[in-house]
């Protein structure tokens, strides 16, 4: 009896695990030029599980993506990183304001003051490489989004 229950109940959460994945939504990304769709979620995938980390660890990761995809010097990657910290500790400040247009309105201040302290580090082409990455990334953050609401 116990072993007809057993295999009942295996029966049933099997079926309840195919059901759940064949009806589980798929979420569509559309392919940005010079990036396949493996890399762009790991970019948004990068983006999201940055949420639950440290300022020290953000800047750090950011830091690494320019001197991997910019090619940044080692004199620049000093001076980025402290500019990343300093961006990353603002933004855990913004995110315990209340409000969502004071947050909203002080995220575009302190991305601002990123930008013009990266522009003063990076040479035009690397700014330009970075402004198109970030353009990407908030293109395939939007999309996502919208997917989820269908």
Known sequence: MFIKNLLKSTLVLSL?????????????VKELPGHNASTQHQAVMSHESTQDLTPQERARRQTNWMHKNLSITDEQKKKVY??????????????NMSGRNNRRSEMQGINAQRDVALKDVLSDEQYQKYQAHLEEIQQLANDRKAGGMN
């Open 82 to 95: 402290d500019i990343m910290l300093l961006h990353f500790q603002k933004v855990e400040n913004v995110k």
């Open 16 to 28: 309840l695990i195919a059901s759940t994945a064949a009806f589980a939504q798929r979420v569509e």
